[in-house]
């Protein structure tokens, strides 16, 4: 049976977004993989530029807010930010195994292309040895 994975983060739309494509590309023989945020703030085009150059697609993917998945049974809820998980409103998972990883968010650097090209290279591969580990170490 299918495990359900959360990845939680503030708007749903750049470091939770990396998470839940790697683990659509890890994982999907074993979750069912969800995002969200406690708001909603679109989809980050920095995430899916970065994201495309790793071969991955996050091109279709929604800024869901976390209310929508209440009904959820998960197995695992992933924060990716300090301000997610101490902001987060209550879940109904008494099983869930909770992780939590603050990741640097890279749509707050302001320079030239070139640094915030290497602010999201940074984050996205601080996510991909998170979310491999993390899939190694529960999933597999």
């Known amino acids: 049976m299918k495990k359900n994975i959360l ?16 683990l659509n590309a890890l994982a999907s023989d074993y979750a069912t993989i969800y995002s969200a945020g406690i708001e909603t703030h679109g989809l980050n085009q920095g995430a899916v530029s970065i994201m ?12 869901n807010h976390v209310d ?5 049974q998960w197995d695992f809820i992933l ?23 603050n990741f640097f968010d890279p749509s707050k650097v302001e320079g030239n292309s070139e640094e915030k090209h290497a602010a999201f290279l940074k984050t996205r591969e601080q996510i991909r040895e998170y979310i491999t580990t993390f899939t190694h170490e529960n999933l597999t």
């Open 7 to 22: 990845v939680l983060c503030t708007g749903n739309s750049c470091r939770s977004q990396m998470a839940h494509g790697f």
């Open 52 to 63: 495309k150059e790793a071969g991955i697609d996050i091109s279709t993917h929604t800024s």
């Open 68 to 72: 929508e998945y209440q009904d959820i």
């Open 79 to 101: 924060t990716v930010c300090d301000h997610a998980k101490e902001n987060c409103p209550y879940l109904p998972a008494p099983n869930a195994k909770r992780f939590h990883h």
